[in-house]
């Protein structure tokens, strides 16, 4: 067996965990985390290029625009549905280096499509798409880390990568505004374009939103090549995982992740569009990384307090606090164009980023102790029952953590274009922000029905 692949792993073991398997799995976790980062990055680099892209010339309508900055969120959505089994089929190791390569399609092709003003508008939808496999990427990242830690350690491991891997939102929407204002590749970059800014012309390089990322996906594609492992404890065809479809607590929890994934990225989707829109005095740029960094940061927080008070405990009462965030950021907004407090609708949008990062932590720690224990309760009193059980748990709950994961990365389609329909059709995003109010309310319900009150039927 290649020595790539580990024949023998068994987390739960505490011997073999303290001297065989922390470090393995650190190891794994710390290349995982590189590898996300710009996953998300050039998943959300949108974001940031459809507010310039008419600076550089190409004269596409704002719908158009928001169209441009859902599309990735949609196809990464799907594609997480798929790439929710893959780590089972192809291995972890492979599955991450193949991933993150691909990432070089869509930032070369950014690199050079906005370039040419001539760029037909169905290419940049094409591109758009493209930057969605960036999207897929976290649900096999989550699945694969998920394999490596004990049920103990999931919510902090799983925080630690999906929260330093969100990161890349923000750190997207912090270097792009940099890097396109500088001939970073010299020559091998292209020619600036000329626009005016504060009535002064200046040279914008807007190629460099995508050609930044690429010598940074290649050394961490070759990382993950030669730093990874593959679990032969975690093969495992689509038929063993497609059972997680019968499973009604998958259904339940891709509720929930909608409600603070979805809310995440959705919310840093249209984040700097929605600023623009609202407040058109305000530089958004300026502004729209810090809700990404904020929730990113939060992430873990949200794991770990789950690993300590409890997941459903944790993401009842974060529920309570979106819906809470959500009316703070309506009594903000502008009214009828006039009004409005710009930096009291920052800090309630801080507040709604913060509480997204949170949820995602604690939710995901919810998913591997319900399907523990579903299926541990239904196995028999042989030791052999009882190890099968385990195994039969993490390979459902990695599959439901993808799973779940592609259901709420739909947030990110449905945040921006809820949005932009709400102005088209009332002149603001007022009737948006109440129906995500409405939708925070089902979320806390199911949250205490099922996992939080007393006597709940999976406590978590």
């Not at 997204?356 to 998913?367: P, Q, Y």
Request: aromatic residues 16%.
């Amino acid at each position: 067996m290649s020595s790539t692949v580990i024949s023998r792993w068994e987390p739960e073991n505490k011997q073999f965990w303290e001297f065989t398997g922390k470090p393995i799995a650190k190891r794994n976790l710390l290349i995982s985390i590189p590898a996300l980062t710009l996953a998300f990055a050039v998943w959300m680099v949108w974001s940031v290029v459809v507010v310039n892209l008419p600076n550089v010339g190409f004269k596409f309508s704002t719908n158009q625009l928001f169209w441009l900055a859902s599309l990735p969120a949609l196809c990464g959505a799907t594609l997480r549905i798929f790439y929710s089994f893959a780590v089972p089929i192809f291995g972890g190791r492979r599955w991450t280096a193949i991933s993150t390569a691909s990432l070089l399609i869509p930032a070369v092709g950014i690199g050079f499509a906005v370039q040419n003003p001539a760029t037909p508008y169905e290419f940049f939808i094409l591109l758009a798409l493209l930057c969605g496999l960036g999207g897929g990427n976290f649900a096999s990242s989550m699945a694969n880390i998920s394999f490596f830690y004990p049920k103990a350690q999931k919510g902090t491991a799983l925080g630690l990568n999906a929260g330093l891997g969100n990161l890349g939102v923000s750190i997207v929407q912090l270097v792009v505004p940099l890097v396109i204002t500088a001939g970073v590749f010299g020559s091998l970059g292209g020619d600036s374009t000329i626009i005016l800014k504060a009535g002064k012309e200046v040279p914008m390089w807007l190629q460099n939103a995508g050609f930044i990322w690429v010598p940074f996906i290649a050394v961490s594609a070759i990382a993950a090549w030669f730093g990874m492992n593959d679990l032969a404890e975690a093969k495992a065809s689509f038929a063993d995982q497609a059972v997680i479809f019968k499973r009604k607590h998958n259904w339940l929890m891709c509720w929930l992740y909608l409600g603070t994934f979805g809310s995440f990225i959705g919310y840093s989707a249209g984040f700097p569009l929605l600023i623009k829109g609202q407040f058109p005095g305000v530089n958004a740029l300026s502004y729209a990384w810090l809700g990404p960094l904020v929730g990113a940061l939060a992430r873990p927080i949200g794991g770990w307090l789950a690993d300590k008070l409890g997941g459903a405990r944790v993401t009842f009462w974060n529920f309570i606090a979106m819906g809470a965030g959500v009316l703070a950021v309506l009594n903000y907004l502008p009214h009828k164009g006039a009004g409005g407090d710009f930096y009291g609708f920052l800090f309630a949008f801080m507040v709604l980023f913060a509480t997204s990062g949170i949820g995602n932590g604690s939710t995901f720690r919810m998913i591997p102790v319900i399907f523990m224990t579903e299926r541990q309760r239904a196995a028999g009193n042989t030791q052999a029952d009882k190890d099968q059980a385990i195994r039969d748990a993490n390979k459902e709950a990695a599959a439901v953590l993808g799973f779940s994961s592609a259901v709420g990365a739909y947030g990110g389609f449905f945040i921006p274009k809820s949005y932009g329909s709400s102005i088209a059709a009332t002149g603001g995003p007022e009737a948006a922000l109440y129906s995500f109010i409405i939708f925070y309310v089902t979320c806390t319900f199911i949250t205490w029905w099922y996992y939080s009150r007393k006597n709940a039927p999976m406590p978590c």
